[in-house]
């Protein structure tokens, strides 16, 4: 297993504590401003990113 | 969802806004949480131990300098991370109170502070608090006069808290201090309640030692806090081991046996460090707080028969409330009792309220968002209204 696997699993447990930060921030009723809905659409694609790279580190 | 056997995943604040009084300046910043993620196996921080062997010697993670950074933001020379506040107590306590030496401490004083002198055979002296549940220089002064009197010497120490637990008041802490060197007494500061939340400058406070609850106040795990201290107190609370094997004739370095060696061996000290810069900021900006705060008590003060029983105006997030006269009369008749007060804030995402409490309780809203703070006010006059309490 290579490092990028190790790299890239911290990366998305990093990526969904930020996700995990805006429902705390946002709670409870959990309605997004602008600035945190982007922050989240930027968050949520960076976490596809990581996954597809897990992935592909993992599976190959 | 389960994290373990038996052990549920704790969603608290996420799914709603938590006013518990000490849990609100603990919650972890994101790093906290990432550092939580990295470093969570028990010895983490020591991979990279090295002689002389010591935890704040540590290079890397740099917890070496971290310890010097924690030491020069409270304006004090040396500082030691140790599990909570109330080991600070028991490390200070254990090196000044012997058998029967009195100790002053006041009627607002935490019960870890009574416990560390308890168990150092010290005797508690309490400064009463005025009727505005105060502890004020005079009255610190005229209590020395009477333990003076009474034991023939002054108190030992002192442990004096700047925000108490019980009204969330502030306390002159400089004056009392300074009252108490007029008699050679070391102060011990307690800031479970302000280091972390309000800018804590030990030397302008004039006290020999500055204890903090990191896991009440910055945004760290448990336990955790830290003990600062000046070089001339260090050099007595912070001595170095001298014992030895009488067969192994062994010795131990430079460990410390007030902090039992090394402290915070992993988790909780990566937390504390983590989340040190956001704490440095954030006590900044504790104005912010404030105003947060103050848009719920007011809420909770146009509620018709509460009071706000903590000093008014406001200097601290965490306050006492008396709804004797507001929610606690619903509780009389309705069907759920004292419940429905609790059980009321849940259904609308605010939690941390003792279940059952309608009478007296306290709350804090340390970390709200200004949007936060507002939902939270509109709650208690919702509940209010919907009981048919009177709201102006």
Redesign the interface.
Known sequence: MSKRAVDMTFQALYTLTDIRMILRDTAPVHELDDKQRADAQRLLENLERQVASLKQEMLK | MRCGLGIEARQV?????NIDPIQAGG?LT?DA??AV??YGDGYSVCDNCRKPNRLDYIAKPPIASFHKEVATWLNMDEARMVPGARRGFQAVAHTYVHKDDPVLLTSLSHYTEFLAVEEAGGVAREIPANEQKIITPDATAEKIEEIVRDSGKPPVIAFIDHVDYQYGNMHDIKAIAKVARQYDIPVLYNGAYTVGILPVDGKDFGVDFVVGSAHKSMASPAPSGVLATTSERAAEVFRTTAITGDVTKRKFGIKEPEMMGCTLMGVTLVGMMASFPHVKERVKHFDRELANHRIVTEALLSVEGTKILSEYPRKHTMTRVDTIGSFDKIAETHKKRGFYFSSALEE???TGLIPGATKVWKFNSYGT?EK?AR?LANVFVEIASENGLTVS
């Open positions: 604040d996420e799914v709603a806004i919650r994101a949480m990432k993620i990295a609308k995402g605010v968002s936060q939902y």
